[in-house]
Antibody, heavy 120, light 109 residues
Framework: EVQLVESGGGLVQPGRSLRLSCAAS????????MHWVRQAPGKGLEWVSG????????GYADSVKGRFTISRDNAKNSLYLQMNSLRAEDTALYYC?????????????WGQGTLVTVSS | QSVLTQPPSASGTPGQRVTISCSGS????????VNWYQQLPGTAPKLLIY???QRPSGVPDRFSGSKSGTSASLAISGLQSEDEADYYC??????????FGGGTKLTVL
């Protein structure tokens, strides 16, 4: 059974940093691309970033480009999102999601999310 | 403003058939496949339809998807109360980004 468990969310002041983690199990992690997708309170889904199986291809939404960095450690079956210069509009539930293939592709399985609140 | 356009709401009575549309452009739906996700209240999204019209195992055949040109549709037949949820379409965009629709809230009357 595919399991994705996010962690690292919390309350952070504007301008500060936070690092999210996603622990994956139930599938061969290094065979698949991974994504971060967020959902602001009461709003829709917004893609944040995606990374291919070997980190050779990475993409970011314009809203986070230059501030967020996605990475993965295939030896630890883990996905990360380093978030710098956080803004109030980054407040959201952040989901880790598995791609359907090795290259950056649409997600199939999703974690339960970790909440990030940016506020002073 | 979402790149893919969905109606904000839809409704139907039990047993009815409802359709949710998703409109995009040549750079996303027009040249890539579409997925649909169901998000029940308070839960994570779940894959409902992939590759325009394929159902993952476990998804009832009451759910079906189609695509034509730069638009896609999700149809739900034999509507049930447990289908009340938010539904999102998604596609890869040639600008190297994943784009979602704004979501459609389905109410079962």
């Amino acid at each position: 059974e595919v399991q994705l468990v996010e962690s690292g969310g919390g309350l952070v002041q504007p301008g500060r940093s936070l690092r999210l983690s996603c622990a994956a199990s139930g599938f061969t992690f290094d065979d698949y691309a991974m994504h971060w997708v967020r959902q602001a309170p009461g709003k829709g889904l917004e893609w944040v970033s995606g990374i291919s199986w070997n980190s050779g291809s990475i993409g970011y939404a314009d809203s986070v480009k230059g501030r967020f960095t996605i990475s993965r450690d295939n030896a630890k079956n883990s996905l990360y999102l380093q978030m710098n210069s956080l803004r109030a509009e980054d407040t959201a539930l952040y989901y880790c999601a598995k791609g359907v293939g090795a290259t950056i592709s649409l997600p199939d399985y999703w974690g339960q999310g970790t909440l990030v609140t940016v506020s002073s | 403003q979402s790149v893919l356009t969905q109606p904000p709401s839809a409704s139907g009575t039990p047993g009815q058939r409802v359709t949710i549309s998703c409109s995009g452009s040549s750079s996303n739906i027009g040249s890539n496949t579409v997925n649909w996700y169901q998000q029940l209240p308070g839960t994570a999204p779940k894959l409902l339809i992939y590759s325009n019209n394929q159902r993952p195992s476990g998804v009832p055949d009451r759910f079906s998807g189609s695509k034509s040109g730069t638009s896609a549709s999700l149809a739900i037949s034999g509507l049930q109360s447990e289908d009340e949820a938010d539904y999102y379409c998604a596609a890869w965009d040639d600008s190297l980004s994943l784009v979602f629709g704004g979501g459609t809230k389905l109410t079962v009357l």
